[in-house]
């Protein structure tokens, strides 16, 4: 197995699934709703199914999400759908969230990444797109290759803040200023020589 390879792996376990939309809704007082829309291939589900661990950090189906989500202090599943073709998994689910924590359990130790500090006057959400990669670069070839498999499958975080924006350092701020959204790809997320940290101040 190439280096490459085990990257794309981990980048994959990394941003959850395959294709995923985050949206949190952040309240002043920390809580709030997240918002998860994610497909995963039927291939890596099947991989998936077959490990005595699971290495797919977000539930593949609405019974492991209920399972998961009861065992999580601070958070509750309000709304969930599901539905899966041939090629994918499809899952909808909404969540309410007493502190940013109990986002970070939903997922496994340090793979969602996300921390909200008081800084007096501000406030700043941070969350570890993509932590770097070590070791040789992947070659244009393997991008390309990537580019292929990879098509059609987005990665889309959004944060929603009580009050307007004074900084961000990933994505586009939207016309009310309370909206960040960054959208990237799993090959775009690979080409990146430092970390990926999307930081937003209000």
Known sequence: MTKWF??????VLLSSCIGIESEILLRQDGT???????????FMKNIDAGR???????????????????GIEGLRLTDIDERE????????AKLEFDSVDAVNALGRAGQIGITLENRGDTNMFRQVIFAGQ?????????LETLETFFQGYDLVYAIIL???VQSHTLGELSVDGRTVTY???VPEILKASQPLVLEVVW
């Open 6 to 11: 085990i990257l794309v792996l981990t980048v």
């Open 32 to 42: 709030g709703v997240l918002t998860l829309s994610y497909q995963i291939s039927q």
């Open 52 to 70: 005595e661990e699971k290495q797919l950090p977000l539930p593949v189906n609405e019974e492991e999400f209920v399972r998961t989500t009861e």
């Open 85 to 92: 073709d041939e090629e994918n998994v499809y899952i909808r």
């Open 134 to 142: 070590e070791g040789e670069e992947i070659t244009e070839n393997s």
């Open 162 to 164: 009580p009050t307007p």
């Open 183 to 185: 959208r990237t790809t």
